[in-house]
């Protein structure tokens, strides 16, 4: 189906006005753009994130736009032209866009990528190139973080290569698209368990395990938040863990690195990145004072990714 998207630019001291007379034309579905909304947004969500793209940033500045859509059909056009009509001090400009257009646009930017020497991430929709030997960790992931292309990502993905995983127990906090536990599985981990705060997670992150051949048997996901004391927090707690990720943000690590420790096996090994530039030496000491030794310290681009390993109990007579 094709429809008429339709965009109004507006002053923003005008735009609940313009929001409102379209509503009261019985003009649904607004997705307003704005400069003010989207720095909004993030100040209300900035626990999440320590980083914002800059060009993301400059596409909203100085925007204030309000969009709509309506069926590229007669009936479409007459209701456009209506609405022309009623408010002829805006400018009504016009586009023609198809369901495909939003469902598959995105997929042209995610081709297969090589991490290291034994993982090849093919997306769900294209061919299998040459593998060289490595494993194939099949995705499609959405609109949930966690392709691989992201330099956090490939950090965590690497380490785990140089890891001896056969057999081991993993547990992935803040899973995203499963990423990371598959690919720990398809390393040879025997069995992965991983939470996200982002209800959608579990299932997106079980389809792509499912893409791999891995089922319930050995990869389980949840929704929560690992932050809060409450029942995901104490299963947790009764489990131990060879290896424990988190590609999450730097104040969330900050936060869970007391924690980990609990989760950890004797000799398990705690993989964290998501930490931009300018953040690394807190997360070093929230890290030291949780009793972590930093085995290594790697960066990519403006990211760090952490290797470490709980401190060695040294005994005295």
Same mark, same amino acid.
């Given at each position: 189906m094709q429809w008429?998207?339709?965009?109004?630019?507006?002053?923003?001291e005008n735009l609940d006005r313009l929001t409102a007379e379209l509503e009261a034309q019985g003009v649904s579905g607004l997705v307003i753009d704005s400069e003010q909304e989207y720095e909004a947004f993030l100040e209300q969500n900035r626990q999440y994130?320590?980083?914002?793209?800059?060009?993301?940033?400059?596409?909203? #500045?100085?925007?204030?736009?309000? @969009? &709509?859509?309506?069926?590229?059909?007669?009936?479409?056009?007459?209701?456009?032209?209506?609405? #022309?009509?009623? &408010?002829?001090?805006?400018?009504?400009?016009?586009?023609v866009v198809r369901d495909e257009d939003w469902e598959n646009n995105w997929k042209q930017y995610y081709k297969p990528l090589t991490i290291g020497r034994r993982l090849l991430i093919v997306p769900q929709w294209e061919e299998t190139p040459e593998t060289d030997g490595r494993e194939v960790l099949r995705l499609d992931p959405g609109l949930i973080f966690g392709t691989g292309s992201h330099a956090?990502?490939?950090?965590?993905?690497?380490?785990l290569q140089e890891l001896p995983l056969d057999g081991k127990r993993v547990l992935d906090l803040g899973c995203g698209s499963g990423i990371l536990?598959?690919?720990?599985?398809?390393?040879?981990?025997? !069995?992965?368990?991983?939470?996200?705060?982002?209800? @959608?997670?579990?299932?997106?992150?079980?389809?792509?395990?499912?893409?791999?051949?891995?089922?319930?048997?050995? &990869? !389980?996901v949840v929704a929560g938040d690992v932050l809060a004391p409450g029942p995901l927090r104490r299963r947790l707690g009764q489990e131990k863990y060879d290896v424990v990720l988190a590609n999450i943000v730097a104040d969330v690590i900050i936060a869970l690195s007391p924690a980990v420790p609990e989760w950890l096996a004797e000799d398990g090994v705690f993989i964290?990145?998501?930490?931009?530039?300018?953040?690394?030496q807190?997360? @070093?000491?929230?890290?030291?004072?949780?009793?972590?030794?930093?085995?290594?310290?790697? #960066?990519?681009?403006?990211?760090?990714?952490?290797?470490?390993? #709980?401190? @060695?109990?040294?005994?005295?007579?």
């Open positions: 008429l998207e339709i965009t109004v630019n507006t002053a923003p994130w320590d980083y914002v793209d800059e060009e993301l940033r400059d596409a909203y #500045r100085g925007v204030c736009r309000v @969009k &709509f859509y309506y069926e590229d059909s007669d009936d479409g056009r007459a209701a456009l032209e209506q609405l #022309r009509g009623a &408010f002829p001090q805006y400018t009504f400009l016009t586009d956090t990502t490939r950090m965590c993905l690497e380490k536990a598959i690919g720990a599985l398809l390393l040879g981990a025997a !069995h992965a368990d991983g939470c996200d705060i982002d209800p @959608k997670a579990p299932d997106v992150a079980m389809d792509n395990a499912a893409l791999n051949g891995i089922g319930a048997d050995r &990869f !389980h964290c990145s998501g930490i931009i530039e300018g953040r690394q807190e997360v @070093k000491a929230a890290l030291t004072a949780a009793g972590f030794d930093i085995a290594a310290c790697e #960066r990519q681009e403006d990211w760090y990714c952490m290797t470490c390993r #709980r401190k @060695k109990q040294i005994c005295s007579d």
